[in-house]
């Protein structure tokens, strides 16, 4: 049993076994069960009130004070200081969005989309990164590794070209990765390894070779991460003014977001931050249901962290997965995953938000998509599943015309310009190779190319016809 203020913890309150905060572990020694930073509160002096954060505001040429993560470093604080490596992650934006709201069917003023592809690396993942990274070199390592459908990797990769800290190893399936995040992981020089296998193949592969290899784990399953990803609650807050919205959409794939969303929200709550959690919406790709069949069809809880039947009803599914020869599908790569690593700790935070699990076609996530870029920012497709998702809540009156919603926007429009390319084309055999093969039958929201001869009069003419002038 350790004695520090900080230190890593079971998260199952039956086994509750406790590690130094400078061991690098994925996995609780005693029961396999995840692991938590945990702090004790009463001996850290945590934040009274908002105003630590802005009182930050006035020295953001400090990198700790400019990151959007470590300006709430007193609400992760595990690392001194001198070890935080930060590349200005987290300067993102909640941005207000009318032709969101209505596409989904609320009130326009009262849809926000946190957009997580302004990241270094252009996505949600950096936010997590310096977290686990900070933590890495704090205790001395000197490779990292992770498996990835792309935005992972990517993140790790630039963390370590632009720190020089660690040298990045990183392992993809075979095909399944958006080309914006191979690029991405290429450029910045990652040792890249290609398994002939999926993610969830990758996934199982990465752990077994770090530990064989010593190299540090960077992926979801570190607790680290996860304390980094907090802060994507902190910055919605932040931008509402210190107020608590009805809903947090939420895509999910590994339920690292997910997660780190509900322990943040706890840890407000039990520190009088805010006097009310949000409701939370965890939606799946259609094709990549594994969470919603657990929660909504099966009927899989958290239950306080008693385990009860858990581990063996998901053996049960996943068994059951092995023997159909079950693979995730779903043109939304990013959350391609039927053994998301961060399961138990996602029901937590279903528990503590109150929460709900819905799955999206392909279809209604290109959809959204589309409408997301029509109104805005753009995202990549996984991103595109959480305004698919409010969409369908709000058809179904969970979600109520008058809340206030935010979709989170994890990814970066730049990240898949294939599966862009292929909504909006006029080529209609791209169209059936990227698209009609997943099942998407329609481009409603396509804004196509129009086709002109090289010829002055010509291109007057298509612009006049088609061009809106007001
Ligand atoms: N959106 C994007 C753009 C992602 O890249 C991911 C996960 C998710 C959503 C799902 O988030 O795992 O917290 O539920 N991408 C991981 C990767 C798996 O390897 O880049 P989650």
Request: include cysteine.
């Amino acid at each position: 049993m350790t004695t520090d203020a900080v230190f890593q913890r079971c998260i199952w309150p039956t086994c509750a076994a406790t590690y130094a905060l400078g061991e690098a572990r994925v996995a609780c020694a005693e029961c396999g069960g995840l692991l938590d930073v945990a702090y004790d509160w009463e001996r850290l002096e945590p934040p009274g009130s908002w105003d630590f954060v802005e009182k930050k505001w006035g020295r953001r040429t400090e990198p700790l004070c400019f990151s959007g993560v470590w300006r709430f470093r007193e609400l992760l604080p595990f690392a001194e200081p001198r070890h935080v490596v930060t590349i200005g992650e987290g300067q993102t934006l909640l941005h207000k969005s009318d032709g969101v709201a209505d596409y989904i069917g609320v009130q326009r003023g009262r849809l926000y989309l946190q957009y997580e592809g302004l990241n270094p690396s252009g996505s949600f993942k950096d936010n997590g990164m310096t977290a686990a990274f900070t933590h890495a070199r704090a205790i001395g390592a000197s490779r990292a590794a992770c498996a990835s459908t792309g935005n992972t990797s990517a993140s790790l990769a630039v963390y370590c070209s632009v720190t020089k800290h660690m040298q990045a190893v990183i392992f993809i399936g075979s095909g399944k990765i958006a080309f914006g995040k191979l690029s991405q992981a290429l450029d910045y020089g990652a040792l890249t390894v290609q398994i002939a296998g999926d993610f969830d193949d990758a996934m199982q592969r990465v752990r077994e070779a770090a530990e064989a290899l010593n190299i540090y784990l960077v992926n979801s399953v570190n607790p680290f991460r996860l304390e980094g990803q907090k802060t994507i609650m902190y910055r919605v807050l932040e931008a509402l003014q210190w107020e608590v919205p009805d809903w947090i959409v939420v895509p999910g794939g590994n339920l690292g977001n997910s997660s780190a969303f509900g322990k943040a929200f706890a840890e407000l709550k039990a520190l009088g931050l805010i006097d009310r959690v949000p409701r939370l919406a965890v939606i799946n790709a259609a094709g990549a249901n594994t969470l919603f069949e657990l929660y909504e069809t099966i009927g899989l809880r958290w239950n306080h962290g008693q385990p009860g039947g858990h581990n063996d009803e998901v053996r049960a599914f996943y068994d059951h997965m092995n023997e159909q020869g079950h693979r995730a599908e779903t043109i939304a790569s990013a959350i391609e995953i039927n053994r998301p690593v961060n399961l138990a700790k996602c029901l937590r935070a279903l528990e503590i938000c109150q929460g709900v699990v819905r799955e999206v076609t392909d279809q209604e996530i290109l959809d959204a998509k589309a409408q997301v870029g029509a109104g805005g920012l753009g995202c990549e497709p996984a991103s595109g599943a959480s305004v698919a998702g409010a969409k369908r809540l709000r058809e179904e009156g969970i979600i109520g015309r008058d809340e206030r919603v935010v979709c989170v926007l994890t990814g970066h429009q730049l990240k898949d310009p294939t599966a862009t390319v292929a909504y909006h084309t006029t080529d209609q055999d791209e169209f059936n190779r990227v698209l009609a093969s997943r099942g998407v039958r329609r481009a409603t929201y396509a804004n196509r190319a129009v086709a002109v001869p090289n010829e002055l009069d010509d291109i007057i003419k298509a612009i006049q016809l088609y061009s809106r002038t007001s």
